[in-house]
């Protein structure tokens, strides 16, 4: 089975298809709220898309991504790995990374529309570094829930991002332990040409297909940021939570005097909030508004299925962070009461 096989086998599975900023990827296959007990209670099988990899080789990798990347890079041993970020000189956020050291390459997996972004924001400080970056063709999938190990045959409780290549539906795969929503899950790194087999094999183990739909409700609802929607590079790092994203110790990294300079502060005068609405918002960036005057926007608009109701993440000002205050949608008809409510929402 091929890539195009993998487009078949969803479509028997029946999901129904939604365009994510430029990229395909199934909305849900039938009953998202049943998706998102799959994620929150056993296993839902996902397929990432949105995210691609990109390798690093050369004799400088490692030193060279530990001056470029907000977690340690240096130190990590072959199968093991990290979160990080990559960040502008002024501590924007250009992309989120999930790191895997192999004996010859070191692994990067980050958003497919971020990559041009990243892979440039590297390259232009490539001086006489001996490294060299590559797109890889490897499919993304994820096992996401509470039986996500049982249902792979992982065995005990590896450490977070540490990754081993083994075999599913017999056909070899890096197995990285990873989480699109930070719980127990498993990113799985596929050759193209055998995507839709390994869908399959784990799909006949009991792993039931979820759509974005119910991932991206679960995500709201525990408060995790998705780069291009909650952080992008007008929104710096100390914004949004991905505090084990940033290495405290760590020297010098891109952007790192200015995250410095912030936690020193001990505050940002805006931040990353769960919200709670009355009714629907168009779209995400709508103005969120306190007495007529604009506070902060929404980021991630979804349906929290763990209360049944309409949640949001938005950027908020900080005079406006206190869990019931009440802010209203820009030009919104009837109007729509926001919530600010305390994280996790469910």
């Known amino acids: 089975m091929g890539v195009s096989d993998l487009t078949a086998v969803l479509a028997q599975q029946g999901a129904v298809p939604v365009d994510d900023r430029g990229v395909t990827l199934p909305r849900h296959f039938g009953d998202a709220a049943a998706e998102y007990e799959a994620l929150r209670e056993g296993t839902a099988l996902l397929h990432l898309g949105h995210r691609t990899v990109v390798s690093a080789h050369g004799a400088d990798?490692?030193?060279?991504?530990?001056?470029?990347?907000?977690?340690?890079?240096?130190?990590?041993r072959p199968g093991q790995g990290c979160g990080a970020l990559l960040l502008t000189i002024q501590g924007r956020v250009t992309a989120d990374v999930r790191v895997a050291v192999c004996e010859e390459v070191i692994l990067l997996d980050v958003d497919v529309r971020a990559r041009?972004?990243?892979?440039?924001?590297?390259?232009?400080?490539?001086?006489?570094?001996d490294v060299e970056f590559t797109a890889r063709s490897e499919v993304l999938l994820g096992l996401e829930g509470p039986q996500a190990g049982g249902t792979l045959g992982a065995e005990g409780d590896p450490a977070p991002y540490a990754h081993v290549v083994t075999t599913v539906g017999e056909v070899p795969t890096r197995v990285v332990h990873?989480?699109?929503?930070?719980?127990?899950?498993?990113?799985?790194?596929?050759?193209?040409d055998a995507a839709g087999r390994v869908w399959a094999a784990l799909a006949a183990k009991g792993a039931r297909p979820c759509g974005l739909e119910a991932l991206e409700a679960r995500r709201i609802e525990l408060g995790i940021p998705r780069i291009g929607l909650d952080m992008d590079e007008g929104i710096l790092a100390l914004e949004v939570p991905v505090e084990h994203l940033i290495s405290q110790s760590k020297g010098c990294y891109?952007?790192?005097?200015?995250?410095?300079?912030g936690t020193a502060r001990g505050h940002v005068n805006r931040r990353l909030c769960g919200v709670l609405l009355s009714g629907p918002a168009r779209c995400q960036r709508t103005p969120l508004l306190r007495d007529g005057r604009e506070v902060g926007?929404?980021?991630s608009v979804g349906h929290a299925f763990g209360i049944?109701?309409?949640?949001?993440?938005?950027?908020?000002?900080?005079?406006?962070?206190?869990?019931?205050?009440?802010?209203?949608?820009?030009?919104?008809?009837?109007?729509?009461?926001?919530?600010?409510?305390t994280l996790p929402l469910a």
């Open 61 to 76: 990798r490692a030193g060279f991504l530990q001056g470029m990347l907000t977690n340690e890079v240096a130190g990590l």
């Open 308 to 341: 049944g109701a309409a949640a949001a993440l938005a950027m908020v000002r900080r005079e406006c962070w206190d869990p019931g205050t009440e802010l209203t949608l820009a030009e919104s008809a009837p109007p729509v009461v926001v919530r600010v409510a």
């Open 178 to 192: 990873a989480s699109e929503v930070g719980g127990p899950g498993y990113v799985l790194h596929v050759p193209a």
């Open 116 to 129: 041009e972004a990243f892979l440039g924001a590297l390259e232009q400080r490539l001086v006489a570094d």
């Open 254 to 261: 891109l952007g790192q005097e200015v995250v410095a300079r």
């Open 297 to 299: 926007f929404v980021t």
